[in-house]
């Protein structure tokens, strides 16, 4: 390997590894990562809804969604292509408020996205005040860039299970895979584990 | 001769930098020297690769600046604000260092005189690198195919190889145009429009003539003049582009 | 960001073994057939993602895992030189 002389790269903190999963690198930055072009979904047509193997699917308007008990967390997310970002801030409702009420015996979880980009999940994953539909990112309204107008947070797993511009979630009674699960990614995707690619 | 059985551009090679030319206070050519160079056409770029100490890696494409034919190959950079890689080589790198590269890569974007023309070459900002190799090679066949380039950038300051285009030392067939969007010295009398429709149909041929357009620079520049010129009735399979994001970051 | 089949040359000659940016693909949900050079390529991502320009579709995913790069083609009808 040609070390190049005086080469540093993205500022590298020390990780601490009871925050910062096995080969994972801190940033201060928040990189910006795309199977595609960003959608601009109007929020006059935008909603979200939960259906699949429901007894009755649900689906809320924009105006709708945010008169839903939101929450504020601080939580660490961690991408596959190595980067972590600790301490990040988000507002949105809880998976747990939108599925109240919501009548399954499914196992499963396949999100749906504007611009075609899916993932899946184990519902038990989603569940627990583990995952929400987040609107806002430090504060502001999420920019269209980092998934706005909302996006999947799911923060125990590998950012990509995060997934961007997300439009309604399939309750399944079998596992699909999502699109990069599709490609080689892990089903599962703890960063804990390392579970990058299927097989690890 | 392992490596003779790779196929080109494959293999990840060494060179060492000969020499480094401030070209804009943003930019910097580096000239290296490139003992495992299977030689390249004019338009092609290398990919570039960084190892920290610790083991980690970044890469970026860089188009080459330098003619098939020049001394040594040439890359020239861009500093990036809040780049990863472009800062390292603009800033940091030294005469006699390292430098890790592979190609020549890049087939699809490529002039040589037995393509003719005419020639038109599209750059937006940094995207003359490319389009300067191709006019070097140019002079250096002194083909006599019309060729024109025409150069966007914000200002004069901004104009990389200023010297050796403004004096235009390419030759009579080569015309050379500039427009600077944002600002410009006092008595200019070149153009001052960002892209549209009537500035390129200043400068270009009529398809009629089938001229081979090169178009390069930052993907939104690229797209909306790809676009004009397919509006105003170019053939898409004689107009090549290379576009390049707010990349290398 | 989003870039075009020339910001993969690199890769596609890693994987492919020889220069890839002049040949055709033909995309399996629209049919257009263009040079790969002209896909729309997007780089920062897990994998690296080629896009039909006429229609948005994916044409080739490209994975690195374990140090191997894998390349996907079924969004491609065809892959030939020209």
Redesign the interface.
Known sequence: MAISRGFQGRRRGDADPTRVPPGQYVTDDFPVLSAGPTPHTPLADWDFSIRGAVDRPVAWTWNEFLTLPSETVTVDVHCVTKWSKLDTVWKGVSLDTLLDGVETSAEHVLAFCDGGYTTNLPLEDVTGGKAWVAYEYGGEPLEPEHGGPARLLVPHLYFWKSAKWVRSLELRDHDKPGFWETYGYHTYGDPWKEQRYQGD | MERAAL?R??T?Q?GSVVALVDETPRTKSIALSLPAWPGHRAGQ?V?VR????D??Q?QR?YAIASAPEDDHVVLTVERLD?G?VSP?LVD?LRPG????L??P?????VWEASLGGPLLLLAGGSGVVPLRAILRHHRVVESTVPARLLYWARALDDVIYRDELMANVFGDSVDIRFTLTREQPEGWRGWERWTDMELLQEVTWPPREHPLVYVCGP?PF?DRATFSLIALGHEPGRV????????GV | MELDGNGIAGTMMGVFGHEMTTEFGTCASCGARSMVGEFRVYLRAPGVVARCRHCGSVVMVFVEARGVTCVDLRGLAALDPA
Request: glycine share 16%; aromatic share 16%.
């Open positions: 196929p551009g494959l990840w060494l770029h990919d960084l190892t920290a100490e083991g980690y970044a494409s809040d990863e390292y940091e260092d390292q430098l890790e592979r190609g890569l890049g087939g699809y974007f993907t690229v090549r582009h290379v576009a390049f994001g707010p990349t």
